[in-house]
């Protein structure tokens, strides 16, 4: 960055490091420590899907790589998300999938397209829901714990937090821990 830059208040974006994500089983069981939430064995991926036949052909070889575990849906803002599903104990190859997912987006050149993925997570008596959301521009990982009525369980997020902060780079700006209400999977 330069002076100029400093000077009027500009910064260099974050490089995504995708490869945070793998950091995800390991942080898993310290959740589940401090929590007892465990995971579902769900996650996905929110993108901004291109026009053309190049973005069409690498979205059909993502989802022929994941075959039946995979299944897409569109939200109200544009996005489209890969919901992908693995049994609840295999966290290690959803985690490897969805960084599949992302790299390939990635190095086909679709990165600015890319805008979280997320992996859930639940209370086995039935209690709250979480996911651990991935923001790729920023590079940084944040709690997001859904209520009823479109509420935020700040609580249970600020817990997460404290027991994910050694574990994983987690977003100090809370202003940008945007809630995904009604993301597939969680």
């Known amino acids: 960055m330069g002076w100029l830059d400093a000077l009027l208040g500009r910064s260099k974006p974050v490089k995504p490091n995708l490869d945070a994500l793998f950091a995800l089983p390991s942080a ?39 075959g039946g575990r995979v299944e897409e849906s569109h939200d109200d803002y544009g996005y489209t998300w890969l919901l992908v599903s693995r049994p609840p104990d295999a966290l290690s190859d959803l985690v490897t999938e969805l960084h599949a997912v992302n790299s390939s987006l990635e190095s086909a050149g679709f990165g600015p397209s890319l805008l979280c993925s997320l992996v859930s997570f639940t209370a086995p008596e039935g209690g709250g829901r979480l996911a651990v959301v991935y923001l790729y521009k920023r590079g940084t990982f944040y709690p997001f714990a859904p209520a009823a009525g479109q509420r935020r369980d700040n609580a249970l997020e600020l817990q997460a937090r404290a027991a994910l902060a050694g574990e994983l780079p987690l977003e100090e700006d809370l202003s940008r821990w945007f809630p995904v209400w009604g993301a597939p999977g969680l």
């Not at 589940?32 to 973005?55: D, I, M, N, W, Y």
């Open 28 to 66: 898993a069981v310290t959740l589940q420590a401090a929590t007892g939430l465990v995971p579902t064995g769900l996650g996905s991926v929110a993108f901004r899907a291109a026009e053309g036949g190049a973005f069409a052909t690498l979205e059909r070889d993502v989802k022929a790589l994941l």
